[in-house]
Structure formats: C-alpha cells, structure tokens
C-alpha cells in the first residue's frame, strides 16, 4: 500500500493515460511439494465459529527463522533435520479458532520476520491515512479494476483471499455477491476495522469476513483452498516478493485466477526523468510508506512466478503522480 498515490504539489507530474496489452504464458506450471511439519498456528481471527481442523503447510527458505522443536498439536510428528526449518500449518478456510497461545506467538513471530512491527501511532496514522487520502487514486484506478474484477463472477469465486487487504477499498468490487466468503490480511492490525467498515458497505456479511494479522510470505491457509487471490499495491512493499508469488499459488485451488495491481519502475523507455526520480525518491518511499518500494520490476516476477498463463496490462495513472506505470490483470493458476 502506498503513501504517496494522492498528487504532490512539489513531487508530483501530471502523466497522460495510455495503456497497451502484453500475454505471458509460462510452460512450468508444476506445484511446490511442501513438508508437513510441526504446528504453529495464526495470530488473530474473528468470526470463527466452525470446528477447529489443521491442514497443510507452507514452506519456508532455511535462513528465516531459527528451528521449531515443539510436539505439533494437531498430533503429528513430522520433523526435520537441520539447522534451521520452520514451517506453518493453518486450519481450512473459512479461518478457525487456534487451539493454543503458544502457537499464536510462534506466528507472531513469523509476522515480525518479514514485517518488522511499527510504533501503533505509526499504524493507526498510517491506515487513517490511506482511509482518507486515496480517494482521487482509486477514482482513475477503478475503470481497471473494473475490468479484471468481474472475472470473479465469471468464475464463480466464492472463496477469496485478499492479501495486503489495507482498508479495503477492493470489497466494493465484489462484496456484494451473497455467496462470498472473504480473508483478508494486512500486517498492519489498524487497517481491520476500516477494512470491516468497507465490508459492512459493500454488502458483505460480516460473517463472511474474516482479517487476520498476517503476511503475504508466509499466507495462514491450507493448499488449494481459495478460489481467487487479489493484491492490488501489496508486492511493493512485502520484503520477498518471489515467496510471496509462491505462496499465492500454493493456496489457489487448481483453475483459480490471481487478480492483481500493481505498480512498477519506469522502463528507461518511459523517460529517463521518472526513472530517475523513483531511484532518488525510494529510500524516503519506503521509510513513509510502511516499506514500499518504488523500483521493482513486479510484473516480470509476476510472469515468471510459475502461473499457467498470465494477462498483463500496464496503465499510467495521473492521479499516481511518479508512482508510475502501473500493471494489472489477471494470473490462471
């Protein structure tokens, strides 16, 4: 999520709107096999009131986190050998109760690996903010949000994962299906009651919403448990966007569709100007803007992350000022 989407009167430039259409299709569409290991469970739910059921795993590289030796709670036994291995075992979707606190500290612990955690009166201003100065960005940015999230319906996706769900400015697009169940996470527990207020608006019950303090490298779901991934302006600022990329296809069910917007470094194409400036701006980016970066190539990651096919638009935005261009469009699974 970005600080700096709203014009800045010294900052920021007026870019003209275009856009152009790009395919990528990726042969190696072969799944991740992942290690059943021992449990830890999710920080924070809500409205869980289904039976408690542990599931699967996620992966994670060795250098991490230092090695879990607790007995896994579910009553497996499956260790590894190594010097350090952790893994994390979640409850089907819908979001279930965990069984121990012990184990909400261990995924706390997860969580402050990659999103090292903010003074709250940096969270809360900094989700106030994006609740009340974004509205001019999601004006433009909704003719192509538009676009690719009617897919949804399409597909019939009722089970769907918002990664990096911030104040929820995505639900209006299809909270209003009443067959809809929806996760959200965001490592910033400040954006859950803005993000609750935008279900509650959208038409979407609030029992079939669920937000957990979470990250997207490390996503508290099973293995093809979600029928639809979406991310709009989250792989800017997770800290591995590959691992990120590999855990939304671990969670989307075969035939599921990754819906995404995000934006990316200026190609040298673009002006050397733009260019220049995010180099100059993205320290001061990522210190106000909770980690985002202005100078990742998200799209090519995007395309080579191992989806079946993947439909790629780019779009500049003017409300965007040099947070220019954007990508967005949809990845099969």
């Given at each position: ?10 900052l ?34 809500v ?57 909400d500290?261990d ?10 955690p903010k ?20 004006a ?20 769907i ?12 697009y299809?909270?209003?299906?009443p ?9 910033n527990?400040?954006?859950?009651k803005?993000a ?11 029992s ?18 979600v ?5 709009t ?8 966007v ?10 989307l069910?075969p035939?599921?569709?990754y ?33 985002c ?11 080579r992350?191992?989806?079946?096919s ?22 099969y699974?």
């Open positions: 999520m970005n600080l700096l989407n709203s014009p800045n009167p010294i920021g430039t007026t870019v003209s709107l275009h856009s152009f259409k790009l395919k990528a299709i990726n042969k190696d569409n072969h799944k991740h096999n992942y290690i059943h290991n021992s449990c830890i469970m999710m920080h924070k739910r409205n869980s009131e289904a039976p408690n059921k542990l599931s699967t795993t996620t992966e994670l590289d060795e250098h991490l986190l230092e090695p879990i030796t607790k007995p896994c709670l579910c009553g497996r036994r499956h260790f590894i050998e190594g010097a350090a291995t952790a893994t994390l075992t979640t409850t089907q979707f819908p979001i279930q109760p965990a069984t121990a606190t012990n184990s500290s995924y706390t612990a997860l969580v402050n690996k990659f999103h090292p003074p709250d009166w940096y969270q809360k201003f900094y989700a106030w903010v994006l609740s009340s100065f974004t509205k001019s960005y999601e433009e940015v909704a003719r192509y949000k538009s676009q690719i999230f009617s897919n949804l319906k399409e597909k019939k996706a009722n089970k994962l918002e990664i990096g769900i911030g104040t929820g400015p995505n639900l209006s299809y909270g209003s299906n067959d809809v169940q929806v996760v959200g996470i965001d490592p527990p400040e954006m859950e803005y609750r207020s935008s279900a509650a608006s959208a038409g979407l019950p609030l079939n919403f669920e937000f957990i303090h979470a990250v997207g490298e490390v996503i508290p779901l099973s293995d093809n448990s029928d639809a991934v979406v991310g302006l989250v792989l800017c600022s997770v800290k591995d590959d691992m990120t990329l590999k855990e939304v296809r671990r969670v069910r035939g599921g569709v819906l995404f917007v995000e934006h990316v470094a200026a190609k040298d194409t673009d002006g050397t100007f733009l260019r220049l400036l995010q180099r100059i701006l993205d320290p001061l980016q990522q210190t106000l803007a909770d980690g970066h202005l100078s990742r190539d998200t799209g090519d990651s995007i395309t992350a191992g989806f079946s993947v439909e790629l638009d780019i779009a500049f935005l003017s409300n965007a000022s040099f947070i220019n261009p954007h990508v967005y469009g949809i990845a699974q």
